[in-house]
């Protein structure tokens, strides 16, 4: 089973991509984020004629996360227990979608970005973080055999490596201690990493930003990942980035991540 997720950066705008890319690559199951559109707003008519199902979550023009299987589609959840909301008045956001493909539990998240250090968004990030990373613990201690894959835009690039300069960063969200150590803190409730062992340095990234043609510079930054229990993480065969799909005009900022999966 091939697993994949990607920040999409708008999915009406890239449908045409996506539909290509789970063609291409014989996708079983993608998780996407910042699709940008509300659920009556989703274009499903081409994905439901490649035979595959669309669970999706939406609320307006910003954020929003979505599943698309053809291996299944069931117990559909829009958002985990507990999730935090934000604004005023607090509110929930669609940052967060589950579903059960082909036996295994699936998330497709969009973690907050933080915007910058000291902002009540970053604040809003880690208490985020530590809330699905409660959920996420509490999943595997109910069953240490469950297949669970969290999949998405965390954010968070957790190691010095997974940007293109780090002394560009130093100021900045997605490096900060706080960040990684929430990102850590899902490797010591027993997740894995799925494609990392797979997709060694330094060709790694998973975004980069429209900015100074960063894509052609290679100047880029891994923060897509997905991160499964170890049941799931025995079954991995292989993985991948995707950059082709980065490339080209009207192109997501971001690179789909790809995982297979063995029986």
């Not at 089973?1 to 950066?9: F, G």
């Not at 979550?57 to 958002?79: D, F, K, M, P, T």
């Amino acid at each position: 089973m091939r697993i994949a997720t990607w920040n999409v950066n708008s999915v009406r705008s890239r449908i045409d991509r996506l539909e290509a890319f789970l063609t291409r690559h014989e996708i079983d199951v993608v998780c996407l984020q910042e699709t940008k559109a509300r659920d009556d707003q989703w274009p499903t008519m081409g994905l439901q004629a490649l035979g595959y199902e669309v669970a999706t979550y939406g609320l307006n023009q910003w954020n929003g996360v979505a599943i698309v299987s053809r291996v299944g589609l069931a117990e559909v959840e829009s958002g985990f227990p507990e999730m935090p909301g934000y604004g005023d008045p607090v509110a929930p956001e669609a940052r967060a979608i589950g579903a059960t493909c082909g036996g295994v539990r699936l998330w497709s998240i969009y973690v907050p970005n933080g915007r910058k250090v000291g902002d009540p968004h970053m604040d809003y990030k880690l208490s985020w973080l530590d809330a699905l990373r409660v959920q996420a613990a509490s999943w595997l201690d109910a069953d240490a055999e469950a297949q669970v894959v969290i999949a998405g835009d965390w954010n968070v690039a957790p190691t010095d490596d997974d940007v293109f300069d780090i002394t560009q960063f130093r100021t900045s969200t997605h490096v900060t201690e706080p960040e990684r150590a929430a990102f850590r803190a899902f490797l010591d409730a027993g997740y894995a990493d799925l494609a990392r062992p797979h997709t060694p340095e330094p060709d790694t990234y998973t975004y980069w930003d429209y900015y100074r043609q960063r894509f052609e510079r290679n100047r880029g930054m891994r923060i897509d990942f997905l991160l499964g229990t170890p049941a799931v993480a025995a079954r991995v065969t292989g993985a991948f980035v995707d950059r082709e799909e980065r490339a080209g005009k009207g192109a997501s900022d971001h690179a789909p991540v790809v995982v297979e999966l063995g029986d």
